[in-house]
């Protein structure tokens, strides 16, 4: 748990700006996983969404097998140490973010599949955001596929996202988290993106989860 909250404050999360006042219960959605091996790769969970997007996950690992580590990439440092000319390209970009499937690769309910980055549903937001917790700027990527960067034609999109992509997740900002039962993480959604690695699809491992919602879409950081 050390090296797990070293690593979440040095990727910005703190107490958010929007916080409930003392007194007002937070909002809490809590949920029972249940894993049967797999992967998935990084993410911020519901960036696809224009609204009630979520401020923390916290994940609890109740039993199961060894393995499926999770990853978690810190975004305002990935932001902080962007090379300067790609520093400077991303503060001005927007991204659309795909509406169309889920982080499992299932297509959403009620949304028509589009494999065309261009036309396919979703919300575009800054690529960089104002951390709610820190006021400090933080690449905000989403998910890989399908995503957009808006006024771009789709190879100059697709060059330009690997690229901030392959910043985004190199060591340097990364942390890899190796469960054993009871441990607790936490992450802020905007400045924190997540994965797991595969594990045997044999074995069965279950988590609780609770989601505090956020009250406002990200902010650019800048205008």
Known sequence: MTRA?????????????????????????????????????????????????????????????????????????????????????????????????????????????DPNPKTAAGHPHPAVIRDPGTGKPALFLGRRPRAYIMGLELAESEALLDELWKHAVQPANVYEHRWTVGDVLVWSNYSTMHRRDEFDKDTVRRMHRSQIKGTSVPAPYFQ
């Open 5 to 113: 909250l070293a690593f979440l404050l040095a990727a910005c999360l703190c107490a958010p700006a929007d916080a409930p006042a003392a007194g007002r219960p937070a909002k809490f959605i809590p949920t029972f996983l249940v894993y049967y091996g797999g992967g998935a790769p990084f993410t911020a969970d519901d960036a696809a969404r224009l609204a009630k997007f979520d401020l923390l996950d916290v994940d609890r690992l109740r039993y199961g097998n060894i393995g499926g580590n999770t990853w978690a990439a810190g975004m305002c440092a990935a932001y902080e140490n962007l090379p300067p000319a790609l520093k400077e390209k991303a503060k001005r970009l927007w991204i659309k973010h795909d509406g169309t499937r889920d982080s499992g690769g299932n297509v959403r309910k009620g949304v028509q599949d």
